[in-house]
């Protein structure tokens, strides 16, 4: 039996997919239900996940589907409320939109990138150092004159950044980061993980963007900046 709030929470989905083709972020499905925050909103979409409604999709953007409804959802039986008066309110203005700054990959001029391997946005992995092929990236997306590599990503702590488990990143290689840069962060010279920088005097931050996993607080000395992420590549 679901609970009233995961009821909400697949109501608000469905009526999103219904509207849109896509299901609603997760700040849109905290915002519907009137949470505080989305660590509230990724506990509910674990439990209809466990109980078989929805479905996690791999590679993909905004990556839920519902497999099936429950009695109280079905046409047939679903009232216009809940017996709690609630009904899901769509957030006006948050109709799926094109990324800011997306393009067509026609639209620019190729460059090849190495693909160095794969980069964790989750547990870090042992350090990249091969290449493993080539892979064609915008060359808008390249600054300047400085060396650039790609990176595929595993893993989903960074998916609430819109970076999700299969995305190929594109890296801009250097030794420094801005606080809030996503950066890829090489750990006691040999984990490479892929989170966001934050410098606390001699600490170093490494902050994921899924509530799921914790912020790793490390000495300066211990980690070492290896590039900073300039674009994105997703297939569907």
């Known amino acids: ?33 009137d949470l505080r925050s989305k660590s ?9 996940e466990e109980r078989g409604f929805i479905r996690r999709l791999p590679h993909r953007a ?37 990324p800011r700054g997306a393009m067509s990959v026609v639209d620019s001029p190729a460059v090849d990138l190495p693909l160095m391997g ?11 150092s091969e ?17 650039h590599y790609a990176l595929e990503v595993t893993g989903d ?14 890296i801009r290689e250097q030794d420094t980061a801005e606080n809030g840069d996503i950066v890829v962060a090489l750990v006691d ?3 490479a993980t892929l989170k966001r920088y934050r410098r606390k005097g ?10 799921a996993y914790e912020t790793r607080v490390l000495p300066q000395d211990r980690v070492r900046i290896q590039g900073r992420l300039v674009g994105l590549i997703r297939s569907y």
């Open 131 to 147: 290449v493993s092929h080539h892979v064609a990236v915008p060359g808008t997306m390249l600054t300047g004159r400085e060396h």
């Open 62 to 98: 905004r990556a839920l589907e519902i497999v099936r409804l429950p009695d109280a959802l079905l046409p047939r039986n679903m009232p216009a409320t809940q017996p709690d008066g609630f009904s899901p309110r769509v957030v006006p203005g948050s109709r799926a939109s094109r």
């Open 157 to 170: 702590s960074m998916i609430d950044a819109g970076i999700n488990d299969g995305d190929i990143v594109v």
């Open 118 to 128: 794969r980069i964790a946005a989750g547990v870090p992995i042992e350090a990249i």
């Open 40 to 48: 509230g909103i990724h506990r509910l979409v674990t439990a209809l």
């Open 189 to 191: 010279g040999q984990e």
């Open 1 to 33: 039996m679901l609970t009233k709030k995961q009821i909400q929470l697949l109501e608000f989905i469905q009526k999103r997919m219904d509207r849109d083709g896509v299901p609603p972020s997760f700040e849109e499905m905290k915002d519907a239900l």
């Open 202 to 211: 001699s600490m170093i931050a490494l902050e994921a963007a899924n509530p």
